[in-house]
């Protein structure tokens, strides 16, 4: 009985710290979080976690709870060696080892004391895909780990691999928006540069940024194979006097391929042609190191990316400068590239939307609603991008929330409900750092604030909370009411309006609910809204 209490509490330990493991965003964090949650619900002395996620296991965390300093060099000495973390890739359930002395896929492994010799392997698998892998040594006040623990184990294992992907997958959604802003701010510059030469430098300082290369440089060339502009930079991005190498620039644009080269003393040179169908504009190369510890800042396909940007920007420059008449072509691409942008915004949230059938399409439908107030008030065509943007991106944070409590038919219980409130504040920190988005972080951290004081993260109250915010609170809970739900039915426009009109100087500010109303009314046969 003593035992199966014991069991008992260890479980729903598990089960509590496994709901905090899905609203934690930092990869590190994520991997430091299930090693000390494996070391005290498996009762073990030490413990050491790793991962590897992504198509080209890219992904990559390492973490230990316990203090064995021998063990946990030897572990992480050997991880590409045939050994127990690679048997971890292939087993499908967790397995115990009494001594890992005595077993040979072990025995490399330095023990700091025989108390740690017996050891709990859990395989973490993700979509019948093995990804990682947890390993317990030395169980506390025993001398063996026990069925139990390989019961808890299990459960372990799936929560951390859900953990693991939803990390993985807010670090590439970071990294996706990272890369398109760069892009998208690089064509920006090509097209406003004043002349080629700083055209050229702008494409080589995003290069280098990207490649996280020691030397970079670019070569330009005018329509009769004359130098147009040249650059050079070092490894901290400052002008260099590095020779280009000229005929790998040649033979790139004559291919117009990649081209990997190796000039020796350990150094892997990248050399790119820049060009367009109508023109080929010269080349850009990379020096960086030749060694596998040496990591991008990106992959070769983003790489690729943007000198074909960095080629269409190039063109546009040129013909702006060729022509001016031609300014209103080239505005209209620069719209283009703009709306392409947005379209892709549009497809990662509706990608994150369709996690959830009864919110599918939620994002797009807010956002067109908030514009058209937004417009019935007379906001700029500034004001109007930024809550396009922020109504689009305003659930993001929710990749961080575990399917289990957004698909939960019922209401959510209080562990619940303070899991959720998260999202505000994890859709902020997704959306940091990238420069055209900052003016959305206020609706996406504020749009679930309420007029007297009782939303959430901040509890602002009336004018406290940013004016986008709370016009998208009102759009927001108009759409929640009129649709369906798994724990209600939806209800009408009429009723949904009437409910608004009660909550105004409650819930909602006054004005953003009459201003709705007023839009609602006058654009309902348009706007094809629930009876």
């Given at each position: 009985?003593?035992?199966?209490?014991?069991?008992?509490?260890?479980?729903?330990?598990?089960?509590?710290?496994?709901?905090?493991?899905?609203?934690?965003?930092?990869?590190?964090?994520?991997?430091?979080?299930?090693?000390?949650?494996?070391?005290?619900?498996?009762?073990?002395?030490?413990?050491?976690?790793?991962?590897?996620?992504?198509?080209?296991?890219?992904?990559?965390?390492?973490?230990?709870?316990?203090?064995?300093?021998?063990?946990?060099?030897?572990l992480?000495?050997?991880?590409?060696?045939?050994?127990?973390?690679?048997?971890?890739f292939?087993?499908?359930?967790?397995?115990?080892?009494?001594?890992?002395?005595?077993?040979?896929?072990?025995a490399h492994?330095?023990?700091?004391?025989?108390?740690?010799?017996?050891?709990?392997?859990?395989?973490?698998r993700?979509?019948?895909?093995?990804?990682?892998?947890?390993?317990?040594?030395?169980?506390?006040?025993?001398?063996f780990?026990?069925?139990?623990d390989?019961?808890?184990?299990?459960?372990?294992?799936?929560?951390?691999?859900?953990?693991?992907?939803?990390t993985?997958?807010?670090?590439?959604?970071?990294?996706?928006?990272?890369?398109?802003?760069?892009?998208?701010?690089?064509?920006?510059?090509?097209?406003?540069?004043?002349?080629?030469?700083?055209?050229?430098?702008?494409?080589?300082?995003?290069?280098?940024?990207?490649?996280?290369?020691?030397?970079?440089?670019?070569?330009?060339?005018?329509?009769?194979?004359?130098?147009?502009?040249?650059?050079?930079?070092?490894?901290?991005?400052?002008?260099?006097t590095?020779?280009?190498?000229?005929?790998?620039?040649?033979?790139?644009?004559?291919?117009?391929?990649?081209?990997?080269?190796?000039?020796?003393?350990?150094?892997?040179?990248?050399?790119?042609?820049?060009q367009?169908p109508?023109?080929?504009?010269?080349?850009?190369?990379?020096?960086a190191?030749?060694?596998?510890?040496?990591?991008?800042?990106?992959?070769?396909?983003?790489?690729?990316?943007?000198?074909?940007?960095?080629?269409?920007?190039?063109?546009?420059s040129?013909l702006?400068?060729?022509?001016?008449?031609?300014?209103?072509e080239?505005?209209?691409?620069?719209?283009?590239?703009?709306?392409?942008?947005?379209?892709?915004?549009?497809?990662?949230?509706?990608?994150?939307d369709?996690?959830?059938?009864?919110?599918?399409?939620?994002?797009?439908?807010?956002?067109?609603?908030?514009?058209?107030?937004?417009?019935?008030?007379?906001?700029?065509?500034?004001?109007?991008?930024?809550l396009?943007?922020a109504?689009?991106?305003?659930?993001?944070?929710?990749?961080?929330?575990?399917?289990?409590?957004?698909?939960?038919?019922?209401?959510?219980?209080?562990?619940?409900?303070?899991?959720?409130?998260?999202?505000?504040?994890?859709?902020?920190?997704?959306?940091?750092?990238?420069?055209?988005?900052?003016?959305?972080?206020?609706?996406?951290?504020?749009?679930?604030?309420?007029w007297?004081?009782?939303?959430?993260?901040?509890?602002?109250?009336?004018?406290?909370?940013?004016?986008?915010?709370?016009?998208?609170?009102?759009?927001?809970?108009?759409?929640?009411?009129t649709?369906?739900?798994?724990?209600?039915?939806?209800?009408?426009?009429?009723?949904?309006?009437?409910?608004?009109?009660e909550?105004?100087?409650?819930?909602?500010?006054?004005?953003?609910?009459?201003?709705?109303?007023?839009?609602?009314?006058?654009?309902?046969?348009?706007?094809?809204?629930?009876?």
């Open positions: 009985a003593w035992e199966r209490s014991g069991y008992h509490q260890r479980l729903m330990e598990l089960i509590q710290a496994g709901s905090q493991l899905s609203s934690v965003v930092d990869p590190t964090a994520t991997a430091q979080d299930v090693a000390a949650i494996a070391k005290e619900i498996l009762q073990a002395k030490f413990t050491f976690v790793h991962i590897q996620l992504g198509q080209e296991r890219n992904f990559i965390q390492s973490a230990s709870t316990g203090n064995a300093p021998r063990l946990l060099e030897s992480t000495a050997s991880i590409e060696a045939e050994n127990i973390i690679q048997i971890a292939q087993a499908v359930q967790p397995f115990r080892v009494r001594d890992i002395r005595k077993y040979a896929a072990t492994l330095a023990i700091d004391n025989p108390g740690l010799r017996s050891m709990l392997t859990i395989p973490i993700w979509h019948q895909v093995n990804i990682g892998g947890i390993f317990a040594f030395g169980k506390q006040n025993e001398v780990f026990t069925e139990n390989e019961s808890l184990a299990e459960l372990l294992s799936i929560q951390a691999a859900g953990a693991f992907e939803s993985w997958l807010q670090q590439e959604l970071r990294a996706s928006l990272r890369i398109t802003s760069l892009l998208y701010r690089l064509s920006n510059q090509i097209i406003l540069a004043e002349d080629l030469k700083s055209a050229a430098s702008d494409i080589a300082q995003t290069a280098h940024k990207l490649a996280r290369s020691t030397s970079t440089g670019i070569v330009l060339f005018n329509p009769d194979d004359s130098i147009a502009a040249e650059v050079r930079i070092d490894s901290a991005g400052k002008p260099d590095i020779e280009h190498p000229m005929q790998l620039v040649m033979d790139a644009m004559a291919s117009g391929q990649l081209i990997y080269f190796s000039p020796g003393q350990s150094v892997l040179r990248t050399c790119m042609p820049i367009t109508i023109r080929k504009y010269g080349a850009v190369w990379m020096d190191p030749d060694d596998p510890g040496h990591k991008p800042a990106t992959n070769p396909n983003d790489l690729q990316a943007l000198v074909n940007q960095a080629a269409i920007a190039l063109e546009r040129l702006l400068v060729e022509s001016r008449r031609q300014a209103v080239i505005k209209a691409a620069y719209d283009m590239l703009e709306q392409t942008y947005d379209q892709t915004l549009a497809s990662l949230i509706s990608a994150l369709a996690r959830d059938r009864e919110t599918e399409g939620h994002s797009m439908r807010v956002s067109s609603l908030a514009v058209k107030v937004g417009e019935s008030l007379g906001y700029s065509a500034e004001q109007l991008k930024i396009e943007r109504s689009i991106l305003h659930d993001i944070g929710k990749i961080g929330i575990s399917d289990s409590i957004l698909h939960k038919p019922g209401p959510l219980n209080e562990a619940e409900w303070k899991i959720m409130k998260m999202h505000p504040d994890i859709g902020a920190k997704i959306v940091e750092g990238i420069p055209f988005l900052q003016d959305t972080i206020p609706v996406i951290r504020h749009h679930q604030e309420r007297n004081g009782t939303g959430y993260p901040g509890g602002l109250k009336g004018e406290e909370i940013p004016p986008l915010a709370r016009l998208f609170s009102v759009v927001d809970a108009f759409d929640a009411l649709s369906n739900r798994p724990y209600r039915q939806k209800i009408s426009t009429a009723e949904a309006l009437e409910y608004l009109r909550e105004a100087g409650i819930l909602f500010d006054p004005e953003m609910v009459a201003a709705f109303e007023k839009m609602v009314v006058e654009n309902q046969a348009s706007l094809l809204l629930p009876e």
